[in-house]
């Protein structure tokens, strides 16, 4: 499932018109963006749960010469799925 069919979904669901879902969804995502970046966690009880976390700096090597790199630390965003979403999967 795509934006597009997530947002068709949703206005079907709620029977509202596909532009205010539309609108709705991207509302949800930023807010979701915008907490993350600023380090909170955002939990949605029964759905999961999204946060910022951290990959430390670490030794590679380039696959195609074998040369070693350094590759620099990094944020990444974590998304941890709750008990019912798990649930529901596994069901």
Known sequence: MNKQDLIDAVASEVGIAKSTAEEAINAFLD???????????????????????????RAGRNPKTGEPLQIAASKTVKFTAGKAFKDAVNK
Do not use: K, P, Q, Y
């Open 31 to 57: 807010t979701v963006t915008n907490a993350v970046v600023e380090g909170d966690a955002v939990l949605l009880i029964g759905f999961g749960s999204f946060s910022m976390g951290a990959r430390a700096a």
